[in-house]
């Protein structure tokens, strides 16, 4: 599931906050910006759907008019009596006139219904038939005038259904319309009907068969007609109360007119045998229903207008409640969106800042922030980790601290160690010195022996005197080894100590590698937030690279303790080699010894056996050459010493550089 999002997530990770936040926002802004477009174009599209049916309606009451007229112009067209011309005359004077206002109407915000095409055929029809009027029979007079009627009533419905009247949704406003578009001009044409039919009944005196089949049908017609405007009144009323009290009186008056015409036909016109009612009365009659018709056209429509003009209110007052309102969320959406902004980037201000004092080595400071999201949570484990860091560096220092006081008391040794090794480089020198003039004595012994027994008194006393020296440089190579010894397990103590220093290192990776997985698991959650944790993750990258600094310096300070090691390692085995030289010294000494020694014993006998001068001055050259060539090599061995010492003195020193170098490391960090 989350590889869907893997695009979107690689694209906000390439960008900077204040970019990831105008880019949600303007996407926001469009999506909602559409989303308003389309409803107000809904709303825009209802308006106008209103609209065009109120400009039906202007088109419906002129054609009321032309439709009365129409009719009643029929209707004289049919009659034979001379009386009828003045007032057809009047008829087609006010025909002309509501023609001339619908084309008003057809030419100016009609233009929308395009009903010019029709309401041109109405026009040609009623311009022949006034051109041929004078010319025509009664008869076809009739059928002309008819055409021109029926096209009016055609277009009286196209009108219905180009402005939409017809698919109004409103119940109270569709009903009305229905008796005002359907009802009205299909009740007009068949009361004109039963106008001209009765008339002439009237007239003759007399009913036909087909006439009263005809006078029982339109009358059955008329009669369902009735019942349809009250069905459809009581259904608009039920719709919309408020239509009783505009409609209920007109409504009232029309079927009364109309019920009575029908009873009068029913009751004075169907009887063959008598016709009951004279045309003025039958004419009464029909005109009291024709005018009632007509009046309750008259209050249909402009109620009907009024409806429709007031959803075209309603709409458009939505239409700008609704913008207004879009506009309220939009300045309420962009505050808390800007708001979101800000807290993220103060929060994310303060840790970067934190993070940067710690990389510059104070671990003193603490993170601290007013948020209790993810971000604001990350507080407590990058404190822990500076606080775990801090103590960490705390051991390093004091580690350093001793490895500094190792190095002094070892150095110190050293120095000790050389200025007695100095010493007994002098000693073995004057001893060298002395058992050479014993050498020199013993030859001259060889060739004066007659001074034999002073000689060999002298030689008693010199020979005490080496006796002493050597024992004196017994106790002084000794003392060297002792010494040598202390040196040894000092440095033995001090590889130990870097080793322990090794140990904090491999404690310090292993607090850094924990950084890194901590950075790692925390980067993970900013993915899982989404956009509120993108921040977070650049934190975590930071913690990472600042895990990363330690590591790298924490392998800085292994590589030196590991040149500590090593350099500790060699004068461990510099400090052996110059044990073993003083071992093999000391064996020389106690060699020496001995023959002094036996020098000793020669010089007391020198004066009890002379005859034995000579040889014992020849095995006591003897002895002496062999005393000065392992003096000699004492001497030798004393040299070594002194560079192996060299050597270890500079160790000591390199030592206690990188004590320095490590102290001034972590000394950069404070804690």
Same mark, same amino acid.
């Given at each position: ?17 204040? *970019? ?14 559409? /989303? ?56 087609? %004077? ?18 929308? /219904? ?21 010319? =025509? ?27 939409? #009247? ?8 569709? *009903? ?20 001209? /039919? ?44 408020? #239509? ?9 008056? *029309? ?79 962009? *505050? ?14 303060? /840790? ?243 023959? =002094? ?24 050259? %003897? ?7 392992? #003096? ?9 010493? %002194? ?29």
């Amino acid at each position: 599931m989350g590889k869907i999002f893997n695009p979107v997530i690689s694209l906000l990770n390439k960008l900077a906050y204040p *970019y990831k936040f105008a880019l949600i926002g303007a996407l926001s802004v469009f999506m909602t910006a559409v /989303l308003m477009f389309q409803f107000i174009e809904q709303i825009n599209e209802t308006i106008d759907f209103r609209s065009e049916e109120r400009i039906g309606l202007q088109f419906e009451q002129p054609m009321r008019r032309l439709l009365e007229d129409l009719y009643e112009y029929r209707s004289l067209s049919s009659s034979s009596r001379s009386a009828t011309g003045g007032r057809l005359a009047e008829l087609s %004077t006010a025909i002309q006139g509501t023609i001339r206002e619908i084309d008003t109407v057809d030419s100016g915000p009609g233009r929308v /219904l395009n009903a010019s095409a029709r309401w041109n055929e109405v026009k040609e029809k009623w311009k022949a038939f006034g051109e041929k009027t004078v010319a =025509l029979s009664p008869g076809d007079r009739r059928r002309m005038i008819a055409g021109v009627v029926s096209a009016a009533s055609t277009f009286y419905s196209n009108i219905g259904d180009a402005s939409n #009247l017809v698919l109004d949704p409103d119940i109270d406003s569709y *009903y009305t319309m229905d008796i005002a578009v359907f009802k009205f001009p299909d009740l007009l044409e068949k009361l004109s009907d039963i106008r001209e /039919l009765g008339a002439g009944i009237a007239l003759s005196g007399k009913l036909s068969a087909d006439d009263k089949t005809q006078m029982i049908v339109l009358s059955g017609l008329i009669k369902s007609d009735i019942d349809g405007i009250q069905s459809d009144y009581d259904a608009a009323v039920r719709g919309n109360a408020g #239509l009783k009290p505009l409609l209920h009186d007109a409504l009232q008056k *029309y079927l009364i007119s109309t019920s009575a015409l029908l009873e009068t036909v029913q009751k004075k016109m169907l009887d063959p045998k008598k016709i009951g009612i004279g045309v003025d009365g039958y004419s009464s009659a029909v005109r009291d229903s024709l005018e009632s018709t007509f009046m309750l056209y008259d209050k249909v429509v402009p109620v009907l207008d009024n409806l429709l003009g007031s959803r075209v209110q309603q709409f458009s007052n939505k239409k700008y409640t609704n913008i207004l309102v879009a506009a309220a969320m939009f300045l309420l959406l962009g *505050y808390i969106f800007i708001g979101f902004y800000f807290s993220v980037r103060r929060t994310i201000s303060r /840790l970067t800042e934190e993070i940067n004092y710690m990389s510059d080595g104070d671990l003193t400071r603490e993170f601290h922030s007013d948020s209790s999201d993810e971000i604001g949570s990350l507080c407590v484990p990058l404190n822990k980790m500076a606080r775990r860091l801090g103590n960490v560096i705390g051991e390093v220092s004091e580690a350093s601290q001793g490895i500094a006081s190792f190095s002094s008391e070892v150095s110190a040794a050293v120095a000790e160690q050389a200025a007695i090794a100095s010493e007994q480089s002098a000693a073995v020198s004057e001893i060298v010195s002395t058992m050479e003039e014993l050498a020199a004595s013993s030859t001259q012994i060889a060739d004066h022996s007659n001074a034999v027994v002073e000689i060999a008194t002298k030689t008693w006393d010199d020979t005490k005197k080496g006796d002493g020296a050597v024992e004196s440089v017994i106790m002084k190579m000794n003392d060297i080894n002792s010494d040598n010894m202390n040196s040894i397990r000092e440095i033995v103590e001090l590889g130990r100590k870097s080793k322990e220093i090794s140990k904090v290192m491999e404690i310090i990776n292993s607090i850094a590698d924990q950084t890194k997985l901590i950075a790692f698991n925390a980067a993970l959650e900013a993915s899982s937030a989404g956009e509120a944790g993108k921040r977070f993750g650049v934190v975590a990258v930071e913690i990472r690279r600042l895990a990363d600094s330690v590591m790298e310096s924490t392998g800085d300070i292994e590589a030196k303790v590991n040149e500590i090691q090593d350099e500790i390692n060699r004068l461990v085995i510099a400090s052996e080699k110059g044990s073993k030289g003083i071992q093999e010294g000391m064996e020389y000494s106690n060699q020496t010894a001995s023959l =002094l020694s036996e020098i000793v014993a020669a010089a007391q006998t020198t004066t009890d056996a002379a005859r034995q001068i000579s040889l014992s001055t020849q095995q006591q050259n %003897t002895a002496s050459s062999q005393v000065v060539a392992a #003096l000699r090599e004492i001497v030798s061995g004393s040299t070594q010493t %002194t560079d192996s010492i060299g050597q270890i003195s500079a160790i000591t020193r390199k030592l206690s550089t990188l004590s320095d170098n490590l102290r001034d490391m972590v000394n950069k960090f404070k804690v």
